[in-house]
């Protein structure tokens, strides 16, 4: 069984005929009488357009059917995927299971290859079709195939040949000669769907056509003469040889939109003009002859071509026959099981011990995928799917080189060709460009386990001149694998990021390279702390109140202590039996007498403020314990610090055995700390998490002056939340500070969007610029300040739209803000804030 059975667009003229007849108002009787003759006529565009008319008039359900093949023939498959799932959805089990195959093709030519693979999967365990069921074992292949291949290939560069060659109709079979800048290809002399009469009954014919190309591009195609274009004939799939004297090609006829005769011509000239025509003798019979293409094998001329004569191994089989003279050649040898499949196989196109065609037979990314083999002088190797670029979901064929074979060309029937009936109906032609010397890099992300991670997102940055280029990011939901291509002599920043794990990077370059290099780099990711939604606190167990830091050698409390102070009397009110304790601690720094009393009274000024809220001062035992109990790390400190271990202790000797000061202020830092226990009361309470989790604040309270006395934020310190942080020279770079850089949004509804702002100043002393913000899907940057600089001083905000409709559960998301300067290492600077929400369903 073909993919889609001989129609002509695929084995000869592309959907570009389209042939019709002219639209007359008619009654439902008429309009499906036309329609079922134009059907049994094969005309069947124009069959369509009168059984979609009927339909649409009494939306007969017996026509659904046909709607659906028809719409499968003429290759719209978007459509036709939409009819047969209507056909399939009144289906009982085990019923069309044919219709199943049809639909799984649908879904692959889709792109929706997960469904797809389901939906063959159900038509094996249904069908009885040994033949459709090894088709069908192709296609899974073929579709799981899809989701391994990388998104592109290295130093190919395909794109679409423009409207000085492509028309709405479509153009196929081209054959570039050695020059690379004379082309034939075929299509037909008409800009939209052809409908057929007497008046323009040429335009439905198609011709051979050629370009010739110069400095400014191709010129306009021109149609070859009489020789080649015999009139009432369609004339295609042109092949020339080496010396570009001789000519191969088809001239064919149809019967409706089905090719009924096709044979193999041959002319000898060039550029001055081609000869007549005459019939190649060998190779035609009584059967389709096709797709010349001129080659070599054991020593000899050879004739590649495409036929459907009997004793093949499925629709169309690729066979070649040895010259004998000039227009003759020896019996068809078919080339076998390894290239020739229970599919169709065709395009060959022979260079250099290397052959390539097009095939439904092997597993590909869609219909028909190129393919390519090489002969070892006795035997073809496996053929090997010529990747993306190359191949769609959709149909790609005809491949041919120049004579170096860095530049070449195919038709595809991609989406985003030109088309004069639905999307994919009609071929384009493509280029393609294949690099002398190229670079580029294979990245895969993992846990720290080494387990693949999906779900993340690579930044690869050019950092040229410690100057940020505009970086390229990709992410992927399913896969691990990020593929990029580079430029040549550039140095190179690369960012792994994942929500739930600590973003990693590195560093390389691409100078002096003299051969093509392929660099590879795994990421292993570190989990950011899995915070419970709810915490326990029992009895004498000490809570640290991260939101209480003290500066060194102060005892004020910095603006972001009222949040946890709260917390706890908001708990004392609730229970009105409990005492606590409130321990303050210092680092190490200063001799034992005095952290004991610096302790003492950052403990008495946490306690002051409760008091002063109300609660009875006998309730709280202020304790100060200088550095005589360092901190334990914990889960959640070892995960924000990738230097410390869970369970270390920081004392004295551990942190000065600790690599640079920045660690070992970090270190001490987290000495400097208040916690809480409970002394008396309740045995437990549990809690929201996050009410004790350190946050940012920009407002200090209404009464904070008269409590406690305020301590002005610090707007030189860097935030852990951005690259700067732990640098020790921040001369000459900006600082981009937030008066807030994480945001709480509380309960949020399922489906409710949430606008707010990130305000920010750049309190550093060089201009900042935007290059890229980066966030989930569910994260819109409104009036994006992307590009924009801000001097040193001015002041800059960042407005977000949050849409929680595809959210099922409470998260923390990042945004990334990367600055086109880098710090003083060459490393480009990122910035990260976050908002966090309760999704309330």
């Excluded at 794109?159 to 034939?184: F, I, M, Q, W």
Aim: proline share 4%.
């Amino acid at each position: 069984m073909k993919n889609i059975p001989i129609l002509i667009f695929l084995f000869l003229l592309g959907c570009g005929t389209l042939m019709a007849q002219p639209i007359r108002k008619s009654s439902y009787e008429q309009t499906l009488r036309a329609a079922r003759a134009s059907f049994d006529s094969l005309n069947y565009v124009y069959a369509l357009e009168r059984y979609e008319e009927a339909y649409e008039d009494k939306e007969d359900r017996a026509l659904i059917d046909t709607i659906a093949w028809l719409n499968f023939q003429i290759r719209d498959y978007r459509k036709a995927e939409r009819w047969f799932a209507r056909i399939l959805r009144r289906a009982e089990e085990g019923e069309l299971t044919e219709y199943r195959y049809i639909y799984g093709q649908l879904l692959k030519m889709n792109e929706k290859y997960d469904e797809a693979i389901n939906e063959f999967q159900t038509f094996l365990d249904a069908s009885s079709n040994d033949s459709l069921k090894t088709l069908a074992k192709n296609e899974m292949a073929g579709a799981e195939l899809a989701k391994e291949l990388p998104q592109s290939m290295k130093g190919v560069t395909v794109e679409n040949a423009g409207r000085d060659l492509n028309g709405k109709v479509s153009e196929y079979s081209p054959a570039l000669a050695s020059n690379g800048t004379e082309l034939y290809f075929t299509t037909f002399d008409a800009d939209d769907v052809i409908y057929v009469d007497e008046k323009n009954k040429d335009e439905s014919y198609a011709l051979i056509y050629k370009a010739m190309k110069d400095d400014n591009g191709w010129e306009k195609p021109k149609a070859l003469g009489g020789e080649i274009n015999r009139p009432e004939f369609h004339n295609s799939n042109v092949s020339l040889s080496k010396d570009g004297r001789t000519m191969y090609f088809t001239r064919a006829q149809l019967e409706g939109n089905v090719l009924s005769e096709s044979k193999i011509y041959f002319s000898t000239g060039g550029g001055e003009g081609w000869k007549g025509a005459q019939e190649v003798q060998g190779v035609n019979g009584p059967y389709l002859a096709k797709h010349p293409a001129i080659g070599e094998l054991f020593g000899k001329e050879v004739l590649f071509f495409v036929s459907n004569m009997p004793g093949g191994y499925g629709g169309f089989d690729v066979y070649y026959a040895t010259k004998t003279g000039e227009g003759t050649f020896s019996d068809p040898v078919n080339l076998g099981a390894v290239i020739n499949t229970l599919g169709d196989d065709e395009t060959p196109y022979y260079r250099d011990g290397t052959l390539y065609f097009s095939s439904t037979g092997h597993p590909g990314l869609g219909g028909f995928d190129i393919f390519y083999s090489t002969w070892d002088g006795t035997k073809w190797s496996g053929p090997l799917n010529m990747g993306r670029g190359y191949n769609t979901s959709v149909d790609d064929q005809s491949l041919t080189l120049d004579e170096e074979g860095y530049f070449g060309m195919f038709v595809s029937n991609r989406p985003e060709g030109r088309s004069a009936y639905g999307r994919t109906c009609c071929n384009d032609l493509y280029t393609v460009s294949i690099a002398k010397l190229y670079a580029d890099l294979v990245t895969g992300v993992f846990t720290i386990e080494k387990k693949p991670l999906p779900g993340g997102t690579v930044y690869l940055i050019p950092t040229q001149n410690n100057k940020v280029g505009t970086p390229e990011s990709k992410t992927s939901e399913d896969g691990n694998r990020f593929d990029f291509d580079l430029g040549l002599d550039m140095p190179y920043m690369v960012i792994a990021t994942h929500p739930d794990y600590f973003p990693d990077t590195m560093q390389f370059n691409t100078v002096g390279l003299t051969e093509s290099k392929t660099f590879q780099h795994f990421f292993y990711l570190k989990p950011k702390p899995v915070i419970p939604e709810y915490d326990t606190i029992t009895l004498e167990e000490p809570i640290v109140l991260e939101n209480i830091l003290y500066d060194f050698d102060d005892d004020r409390i910095r603006t972001e202590a009222e949040s946890d102070l709260e917390v706890v009397y908001e708990l004392m009110t609730e229970y009105p039996d409990m005492k606590i304790e409130l321990s303050s601690h210092t680092d190490n720094r200063g001799n034992n007498d005095y952290n004991e009393n610096l302790s003492q009274r950052r403990a008495e000024s946490a306690r002051r403020w409760l008091v002063r809220k109300g609660i009875d001062r006998d309730r709280i035992v202020a304790k100060g314990y200088g550095e005589n109990q360092p901190q334990t790390v914990s889960a959640r400190a070892a995960a924000l610090h990738g230097f410390l271990k869970e369970g270390d202790v920081l004392t004295e000797a551990y942190i000065d055995a600790l690599k640079d000061e920045n660690q070992k202020e970090v270190a001490h830092e987290l000495n400097r700390r208040t916690e809480f226990k409970i002394l008396e009361g309740p045995r437990s309470i549990t809690i929201k998490s996050t009410r004790l989790r350190k946050k940012e604040t920009t407002k200090p309270g209404a009464d904070r002056e008269r409590l406690i006395g305020e301590a002005q934020p610090d707007t030189t310190r860097i935030n852990m939340l951005s690259s700067l942080y732990g640098k020790k020279d921040l001369k000459g770079l900006p600082i981009m500070y937030f008066n807030k850089r994480v945001l709480e949004l509380g309960a949020v509804k399922k489906g409710e969007k949430r606008r707010f702002t990130y305000a920010f100043v750049n309190t550093g002393d060089a201009p900042l610029t935007i290059s890229l913000i980066s966030a989930c899907d569910c994260t819109t940057i409104e009036n994006d300040p992307t590009g924009d600089t801000f001097q040193p001083g001015q002041k800059g905000v960042i407005e977000v739209l949050f849409d929680s409709s595809e959210k099922d559960e409470s998260e923390e998301i990042d945004i990334d803000i990367f600055l086109e300067e880098a710090d003083n290492d060459g490393i480009p600077i990122r910035e990260t804030v976050q908002y966090r929400f309760e999704l309330k369903k």
